[in-house]
C-alpha cells in the first residue's frame, strides 16, 4: 500500500514553455501532498505545501506564480513550471500524506527529472 | 532548521555494523528515516515519535532521544542492498519536514 505516482519520470522542455508534472496518490487520499526539488548530490528542499481544495504554502523564496500548485482532489496534485529556465533543471519530487499532521508518514514518489535546454 | 546528520559518508563491508546520527538545536517533535537510491524516490523506513522511542525493522532500527535532540539510525550486519543515501527528516510540530543532507552508505562485498 501507500504508492505514489509521478507523470512525466523526465521532460525535456525548450528555455520559455511551461512543464506539466502530475502527482497521484493511488491506493490512498491525500490530504497533504509536497513538492520538493532535488539537485545532484544533495538533500530534498521543500518548495511547497498542499491541501486538497486550498491554496499552497510556498517556502520562503520559492516564486509561486512561477511554481503553480493545484490540489484539485484527495489523489491528485500538479506543479506547473511556467516559462522554465535552464537554472530550473532538477528532479522533482512529491510526497503525500493521508493525514497531512506532523506525525503522519510522507510517501514519495518516484520523481520527475526536468531538463531546460 | 535543517538537522544536521553525520558521518556524510561511510564504506562498509558485508555484514560490518554502522550508525548514522541526526541532530537538531531545536526541540525534536518526530523523526522520520527515509533511503534513497540514485534516481530513485525516498522509501520511508521508520518514523519516531517523541519519547524516547526506539524502534526497528529486521536489521535496521532507530532511536530518539528526545534530551539531545539527536536520533541515531543503526544499521546491523549490512547487506549490499542497503547502499544508498540516507535522510532523517524532522519537524518542531505540526509542520512540514525538514530534511538534513543525508548521509551517502555504500555496502561492498
Known amino acids: 500500500g501507500a504508492v505514489v505516482s509521478q507523470h512525466p519520470s523526465w521532460v525535456i522542455c525548450k528555455s520559455g514553455t511551461s512543464v506539466k508534472i502530475e502527482c497521484r496518490s493511488l491506493?490512498?487520499?491525500?490530504?497533504?501532498m509536497f513538492w520538493y526539488r532535488q539537485f545532484p548530490k544533495q538533500s530534498l528542499m521543500l518548495m511547497a505545501t498542499?491541501?486538497?481544495?486550498?491554496?499552497?504554502?510556498?517556502e520562503q523564496g520559492v516564486e509561486k506564480d512561477k511554481f503553480l500548485i493545484n490540489h484539485a482532489s484527495l489523489t491528485l496534485s500538479t506543479l506547473t513550471v511556467t516559462s522554465a529556465h535552464p537554472e530550473d533543471s532538477s528532479f522533482y519530487i512529491c510526497?503525500?500524506?493521508?493525514?497531512?499532521?506532523?506525525?503522519?508518514?510522507?510517501?514519495f514518489g518516484p520523481g520527475t527529472r526536468l531538463t531546460v535546454l | 532548521q535543517q538537522p544536521v546528520q553525520s558521518p556524510q559518508a561511510v564504506i562498509l563491508r558485508e555484514g560490518e555494523d554502522a550508525v548514522i546520527n541526526c541532530s537538531s538545536s531545536?526541540?525534536?517533535?518526530?523523526v522520520h528515516w527515509y533511503r534513497q537510491k540514485h534516481g530513485e524516490a525516498p522509501v520511508f523506513l521508520m518514523i519516531?515519535?517523541?519519547?524516547?522511542e526506539q524502534k526497528g525493522h529486521e536489521k535496521i532500527s532507530a532511536s530518539f532521544n528526545e534530551k539531545k535532540q539527536q536520533s541515531s539510525l543503526y544499521l546491523t550486519a549490512s547487506q549490499l542492498s542497503y547502499s544508498g543515501t540516507y535522510f532523517c527528516?524532522?519537524?518542531?510540530?505540526?509542520?512540514?519536514?525538514?530534511f538534513g543532507k543525508g548521509t551517502r552508505l555504500s555496502v561492498i562485498a
Open positions: 519516531l515519535l517523541k519519547g524516547g
Open positions: 510526497s503525500a500524506s493521508s493525514l497531512g499532521t506532523g506525525t503522519d508518514t510522507q510517501y
Open positions: 491506493d490512498f487520499q491525500a490530504t497533504t
Open positions: 498542499s491541501n486538497e481544495g486550498s491554496k499552497a504554502t510556498y
Open positions: 531545536k526541540a525534536l517533535y518526530s
Open positions: 527528516g524532522t519537524n518542531s510540530g505540526n509542520t512540514p519536514l525538514v
